[in-house]
T-cell receptor
Framework: DAGVIQSPRHEVTEMGQEVTLRCKPI?????LFWYRQTMMRGLELLIY????????DSGMPEDRFSAKMPNASFSTLKIQPSEPRDSAVYFC?????????????FGEGSRLTVL | DAKTTQPPSMDCAEGRAANLPCNHSTISGNEYVYWYRQIHSQGPQYIIHGLKNNETNEMASLIITEDRKSSTLILPHATLRDTAVYYC?????????FGAGTTVTVRA
């Protein structure tokens, strides 16, 4: 099993540019989560999907952030325009089950640096 | 979700058992206790979870007190590769709320 695959692993961009992070969940997992990790705030849940439908996006910081899941095997997190405070590691995770008992499988993360 | 309290750091000798405490005094009856760990520069990794009973798997054991207000994760024979940040989380639904965790350093 390949696990959750994220790309790019590292991204360096300039303020104002558009950034797109990609995620391929584990096949058969119905739930997909986007997390962000910074030194100051730790790991934060941004949004999660169930069967490709966004269920809770209350953690998305502002309108500059958007996430889509066009099909069961692909999701994107887009930041437009990017700002230096968006610099963080962004993790995607998938799960076969929601609720208690559903283990989350995390990808290796995408490290974003906005200059 | 109930809040958890963990010591910020602890050391452990290689080959010895590592006992990681977690306090969750406000846990409610349907909330599970989860443990994840994050090795440097990697994504968090699931370790174990439980509701009331003690649990054991190939990685660790989870001991939950009878009143469920605290728990202990036990790594039976710590290795250098167990050096990581360990997160104790109480959860009833999809949301995993990560705190600061315990930084565990296993020393040779």
């Amino acid at each position: 099993d390949a696990g959750v695959i994220q790309s790019p692993r590292h991204e360096v961009t300039e303020m104002g540019q558009e950034v797109t992070l990609r995620c391929k969940p584990i096949s058969g997992h119905d739930y997909l989560f986007w997390y962000r990790q910074t030194m100051m705030r730790g790991l934060e849940l941004l949004i999660y999907f169930n069967n490709n439908v966004p269920i809770d996006d209350s953690g998305m910081p502002e309108d500059r952030f958007s996430a889509k899941m066009p099909n069961a095997s692909f999701s994107t997190l887009k930041i437009q325009p990017s700002e230096p405070r968006d610099s963080a590691v962004y993790f995607c995770a998938s799960s076969p089950l929601a609720g208690a008992g559903g283990e989350l499988f995390f990808g290796e993360g995408s490290r974003l640096t906005v200059l | 979700d109930a809040k958890t309290t963990q010591p910020p750091s602890m050391d452990c000798a290689e080959g010895r058992a590592a006992n990681l405490p977690c306090n969750h005094s406000t846990i409610s009856g349907n909330e599970y206790v989860y443990w994840y760990r994050q090795i440097h520069s990697q994504g968090p990794q699931y370790i174990i979870h439980g509701l009331k009973n003690n649990e054991t798997n190939e990685m660790a054991s989870l001991i939950i007190t009878e009143d469920r207000k605290s728990s202990t994760l036990i790594l039976p024979h710590a290795t250098l590769r167990d050096t990581a940040v360990y997160y104790c989380i109480v959860r009833v639904d999809y949301k995993l709320s990560f705190g600061a965790g315990t930084t565990v350093t296993v020393r040779a």
